[in-house]
Structure formats: structure tokens, C-alpha cells
């Protein structure tokens, strides 16, 4: 069956940066767009960042523009998210998903559109 699962989350200054990496199985990995949300506590599950397959469209939540950068290696069946200049904002759970179908950023940007989920990890910003 299809399994995501991310790590590389932890507890971090802020300014500091992390490396979160969410790897697939069970599929075919390069035929799917991918993505980041984030839980903060007590918030609803919000939108970070989204690629498809090629690597070629590559959406942001307006918040982390210029500071998080989405990436995949799909030799590797895995997608990264670098986050650097972390804010006690940027503090939640962050969940790796995966669609079978593309769009553009109001697509991808729904949680709604989405097949398959990771378990999620965290990340915490101290100030």
C-alpha cells in the first residue's frame, strides 16, 4: 500500500533552519504532484508549499516564500522541504501529502485534493 513517511523535524532557535523529508512507497512516485501542510496548535491544517512531478510549477504559501524551498528527488521517491529564517510561527506539525491529479495553486492549496497523508512531524521554533 502507499506509505509517506517524513522526519528531520525537531526543536530549533529561531533564525535556525531544518531539512524535512517525506520519502513514498508503494507507487509510482514521479506520476504525482506533492506537498506540505502544517498544523499549528489549536489552528486548522494550513497550506506550505506544493510541486508536481517535474519540478517545473512550485507554489508557496505567501508567509514562507523566500525562506522554504520545496524540492524532490524522484529517483529517490522522496520530496524536502529546507526551511530557513524559522519564526515561532512557523511552529506545527508538518504533514507531507500526495495527489494523483495537478492543478493550479487554489488545486493544490486544498488540503481536499490530496490521496494520501504522512503521519506528520514536528517542528518547534523557540524564540
Known amino acids: 500500500q502507499v506509505q509517506l513517511v517524513e522526519s528531520g523535524g525537531g526543536l530549533v532557535q529561531t533564525e535556525g533552519s531544518l531539512r524535512l523529508s517525506c520519502s513514498a512507497s508503494g507507487l509510482t512516485f514521479s506520476s504525482y504532484a506533492m506537498a506540505w501542510f502544517r498544523q499549528a496548535p489549536g489552528k486548522e491544517r494550513e497550506f506550505v508549499a506544493a510541486?508536481?512531478?517535474?519540478?517545473?510549477?512550485?507554489y508557496y504559501l505567501d508567509s514562507v516564500k523566500g525562506r522554504f524551498t520545496i524540492s524532490r528527488d524522484n529517483a529517490k521517491n522522496t520530496v524536502y522541504l529546507q526551511m530557513n529564517s524559522l519564526k515561532p510561527e512557523d511552529t506545527a506539525v508538518y504533514y507531507c501529502?500526495?495527489?494523483?491529479?495537478?492543478?493550479?495553486?487554489?488545486?493544490?492549496?486544498?488540503?481536499?485534493?490530496?490521496?494520501?497523508w504522512g503521519q506528520g512531524t514536528r517542528v518547534t521554533v523557540s524564540s
Open positions: 501529502a500526495l495527489t494523483g491529479n495537478y492543478g493550479n495553486y487554489g488545486f493544490l492549496s486544498d488540503e481536499r485534493n490530496y490521496n494520501y
Open positions: 510541486i508536481n512531478w517535474s519540478s517545473s510549477r512550485i
